[in-house]
């Protein structure tokens, strides 16, 4: 089984999302696959876990101390992953982000160990909000450039931390749910031992 944390936006920002990816696919016919969840902004690269129980233990405590965030995205972009490509919202990197990143990835390390560290977590994770992701990359070079005058710059705040699991080692597939919502119930964000409070890192 895999899992992942991610902050979900209000239900404006997930319509906005919608919009892209349906446009991106009747554009050139690119995959809907990721719509299978909710928009979200991913807070580390997914890793294995044997103990849900465990999970959930965690994510109650990191819901209950984590204060609603600002969210800023600032634009469509086109990420290539070899022959896969990407389309995302970039999110601004801000140090609260960042922070709650490197929170989440101590955390989980000190409870179940280093393999839940997975490349690019750490100083390279990129905070993004994917619109859709697949095969062929042409496809989507074109459904990019077609969308090329669309300009997203808005911001919205995060109330709410979701779990993602799936237990299909090959990634998105129908495996893949939305298991878990709590609200981000935090008064405030300590900065976390050994890390720059202006930074995050």
Request: net charge negative.
């Amino acid at each position: 089984m895999k899992a992942t944390f991610a902050l979900l936006p209000p239900n404006d920002i997930h319509n906005l999302v919608r919009h892209l990816a349906w446009e991106a696919h009747t554009c050139q016919k690119i995959t809907t696959l990721a719509a299978r969840l909710p928009a979200h902004v991913s807070l580390k690269i997914s890793f294995d876990t044997r103990s849900l129980g465990q999970l959930e233990t965690y994510m109650d405590e990191l819901a209950a101390s984590t204060p609603p965030l600002e969210i800023s995205l600032t634009g469509l972009q086109l990420i290539k992953m070899g022959e896969t490509g990407i389309l995302w919202l970039d999110v601004v990197q801000t140090p609260e982000l960042r922070r709650l990143h490197f929170r989440i990835l101590e955390d989980l390390c000190a409870c179940m160990g280093e393999s839940v560290r997975v490349s690019p977590d750490g100083e390279d994770y990129h905070f993004h909000m994917t619109v859709a992701m697949g095969k062929p990359l042409s496809a989507f070079q074109e459904a990019f450039a077609a969308m090329a005058t669309c300009e997203v710059n808005t911001s919205f705040t995060a109330r709410d931390l979701c779990l993602f699991l799936y237990d299909d080692q090959a990634g998105l597939d129908e495996s893949y749910i939305t298991y878990k919502i709590l609200p981000l119930m935090g008064q405030g964000q300590a900065a976390l031992p050994g890390v720059d409070p202006q930074t995050g890192i």
